[in-house]
């Protein structure tokens, strides 16, 4: 016996209307991370890279890929709870842009130190810039949401 039901034409109509809106509402603007995800986001990352490039070890490579783990537990738990994250296509590029390239362009510069002061320095110094552009990104965000007025 089939479970399928034969729709009305209103009935087809509504819910084609309620996934149109709820398809707008989606594409319209990324979700607002949580307060916390910011800190989270920077701390992990400056600890697992500055533990994977700066130092060796049996422990200090147990502790990066804990932090690494950390790192990725708390993307799926900002994701689980805010929606979708990502930058959708109608952002500007140079919004886009500017949330993506900045904590790269930190963490290159970082390494810049290691010139001078050999790879663990160049490991912390762009663990620590790259760390505060993922934050200071995240935080960025979450202020243009909010005085938007999407959140």
Not at 62 to 80: D, K, N, Q, S
Not at 82 to 98: C, D, F, N, Y
Not at 101 to 121: E, F
């Amino acid at each position: 016996m089939s479970d399928v039901r034969n729709w009305t034409a209103g009935e087809a109509a509504a819910a084609l209307r309620t996934a149109e809106d709820a398809r707008a509402a989606a594409g319209a603007a990324p979700q607002r991370t949580p307060a916390w995800f910011g800190p989270v986001q920077g701390v992990l990352f400056a600890a697992a890279t500055a533990l994977f490039f700066g130092f060796t070890g049996a422990a200090t490579v147990g502790a990066a890929v804990l932090a690494a783990a950390a790192f990725v537990a708390a993307h799926v738990v900002a994701v689980r709870s805010g929606g979708v994250i990502a930058w959708p296509a109608s952002a500007p590029l140079r919004v886009r842009l500017l949330s993506q390239a900045a904590p790269l362009a930190a963490y290159g510069v970082g390494w810049l130190a290691a010139l001078p002061a050999g790879r663990t320095a160049g490991a912390v110094a762009s663990a620590v810039l790259g760390g505060v552009a993922l934050w200071a990104v995240s935080v960025w965000r979450n202020a243009a949401f909010r005085d938007r007025g999407k959140v």
